[in-house]
T-cell receptor, first 109, second 113 residues
Framework: DAKTTQPPSMDCAEGRAANLPCNHSTISGNEYVYWYRQIHSQGPQYIIHGLKNNETNEMASLIITEDRKSSTLILPHATLRDTAVYYCIGGGGADGLTFGKGTHLIIQP | EAGVAQSPRYKIIEKRQSVAFWCNPISGHATLYWYQQILGQGPKLLIQFQNNGVVDDSQLPKDRFSAERLKGVDSTLKIQPAKLEDSAVYLC???????????FGPGTRLTVL
């Protein structure tokens, strides 16, 4: 799996868009970018994944740069329940996921 | 759709004792994973099953950890004997196939005293 780099923590005001960056400069051409989040005392929750194109679902949007070396997860209208650790993972091979330390996103009221 | 089930949710044991965790994956999911998450870190893969066969157990401490998935559905992870450094949350995840989205259970929090 590709090594990813994320800021350790971020704050965002409730109701605003939360933009979480991730660098994955070593990602190979067939590796997906996955995003999971982990709310306190729960298991990781799948959010979204993409390969080359931008993706959107009911939870978030994923913007991947053209060179695929970085991506941004966007939570369009953050709520207090979005406070969690967000993991960006480069992978998609047949192996298990390689988690880093992620970004602790704190939504401020 | 029911999610991944794990039990127990919490377990406290003394070092050198043994412990077992159980996981029931999402119905129809062929691939099952066990992860260990130490406080403050991301989950680390211990073992991966495809149906009832082991695909990857390279990070499983085999001198004390064992896991099985006899009928290709439920799985158990055992630690014998436990050490203090085994204190962690043990997460089970499943996916329909390898290399697709994984869905995680709530985890079992193990404390070794």
């Amino acid at each position: 799996d590709a090594k990813t780099t994320q800021p350790p923590s971020m704050d965002c005001a409730e109701g605003r868009a939360a933009n979480l960056p991730c660098n994955h400069s070593t990602i190979s051409g067939n590796e997906y970018v996955y995003w999971y989040r982990q709310i306190h005392s729960q298991g990781p929750q799948y959010i979204i994944h993409g390969l080359k194109n931008n993706e959107t679902n009911e939870m978030a949007s994923l913007i991947i740069t053209e060179d695929r070396k970085s991506s941004t997860l966007i939570l369009p209208h953050a709520t207090l329940r979005d406070t969690a650790v967000y993991y960006c993972i480069g992978g998609g091979g047949a192996d298990g996921l390689t988690f880093g330390k992620g970004t602790h996103l704190i939504i401020q009221p | 759709e029911a999610g991944v089930a794990q039990s127990p949710r919490y377990k406290i044991i003394e070092k050198r004792q043994s412990v077992a965790f159980w996981c029931n994956p999402i119905s129809g999911h062929a691939t099952l994973y066990w992860y260990q998450q130490i406080l403050g870190q991301g989950p680390k893969l211990l073992i991966q099953f495809q149906n009832n066969g082991v695909v990857d157990d390279s990070q499983l401490p085999k001198d004390r950890f064992s896991a099985e998935r006899l009928k290709g559905v439920d799985s158990t992870l055992k630690i014998q004997p436990a050490k203090l450094e085994d204190s962690a949350v043990y997460l089970c995840a499943s996916s329909i196939l390898r290399a697709v989205t994984q869905y995680f259970g709530p985890g079992t929090r193990l404390t070794v005293l």
